[in-house]
């Protein structure tokens, strides 16, 4: 499978506890995006890599989370000290950004409870 | 801000066309965008139209766009039980270093046989 992948599938924590998903692209695209999803809702950004370079975050994006892409393959995503309200899917994005066309490829995603 | 809108329901019956119509602000928006999420997954990029184009058909999928109007509508020909999901509508502007897309809510196609 070359799609996208995320890992876990589902985490359930307590609330105050902190939790990290990853994300590994599809092989050679340079750019690697993190989206939020609530029910009833579309996917809303929260950040985006272009290779190992973090280029930009959305305001949803607080202290409390921090975003990773080391060596500009898989990426993770860092929520410290979570609330009930972060209770949501987080979905991981990839793009080869070839000749000026942007087309993002989605993983699963990560179902995360907070308790 | 920029936004983008979609009615949340359809239903249609097994072998009709379905129309699913969407309405964004963005006028500088570069690429539109059609994904497809089934229950629990995470999303399938359909289709997409670049913003100087007014029609693309690809199989049983056909996307129309007036930018004049900020319309987008995706049809889907033959419409088969495995269509029904929540279909999106999403915009990128790409002109400048933004990188992320903006959706709707999703509109929720039910296919009755």
């Keep these: 499978d070359t799609g996208v992948s995320q890992d876990p599938r589902h985490k359930i924590t307590k609330r105050g506890q902190n939790v990290t998903f990853r994300c590994d692209p599809i092989s050679e695209h340079n750019r690697l995006y993190w989206y939020r999803q609530t029910l009833g809702q579309g996917p809303e950004f929260l950040t985006y890599f272009q290779n190992e370079a973090q280029l930009e975050k959305s305001r949803l994006l607080s202290d409390r989370f921090s975003a990773e892409r080391p060596k500009g393959s898989f990426s993770t995503l860092e929520i410290q000290r979570t609330e009930q309200g972060d209770s949501a899917m987080y979905l991981c994005a990839s793009s080869p950004r070839q000749n000026g066309i942007e087309t993002q490829y989605f993983g699963p995603g990560t179902r995360l409870l907070v308790l | ?113």
């Design chain 2, 1 to 113: 801000g920029e936004d983008v809108e979609q009615s949340l329901f359809l239903s249609v019956r097994e072998g009709d066309s379905s129309v699913i119509n969407c309405t964004y602000t963005d006028s500088s928006s570069t690429y539109l965008y059609w994904y497809k999420q089934e229950p629990g997954a995470g999303l399938q990029l359909l289709t997409y139209i670049f913003s100087n184009m007014d029609m693309k058909q690809d199989q049983r999928l056909t996307v129309l766009l007036n930018k004049k109007d900020k319309h987008l509508s995706l049809r889907i020909a033959d419409t088969q039980t495995g269509d029904s999901a929540i279909y999106f509508c999403a915009e990128g502007d790409y002109g400048g270093s933004q990188g992320n897309l903006i959706f709707g809510k999703g509109t929720k196609l039910s296919v009755k046989p």
